[in-house]
């Protein structure tokens, strides 16, 4: 398992387009990816999981990757969340 730590940076906070684009970083790989915000996980393989979240500007999220991948895909999403969100 590996884990980082996020703060929303995005003024609106999740919303359709950075969602969408970090979905698609990480959708190709075998691991799950979850995105903790408080006591709730939300799965960032799937869209509408995802934008449930309703993850807000400044929140300070975690991701978690798990499975035989997880170290890469722990990177792409890291990658995506600084670049889309």
């Known amino acids: 398992m590996v884990e980082f730590q996020y703060t929303i940076t995005d003024e609106a906070g999740i919303h359709a387009r950075p969602a969408g ?10 691991s799950h990816v979850t995105c903790w915000s408080e006591d709730e996980a ?17 929140e300070v999220v975690t991701i978690r990757t798990e499975g035989p991948d997880e170290i890469e895909a722990a990177e792409a999403a890291k990658k995506a969340f600084e670049e889309n969100l």
Request: no cysteine; net charge neutral.
């Open 21 to 30: 684009k970090i979905v698609a970083a990480v959708k190709g790989f075998e």
């Open 42 to 58: 939300y799965d960032v393989k799937k869209l509408l999981s995802f934008m449930g979240s309703e993850l807000e500007y400044g």
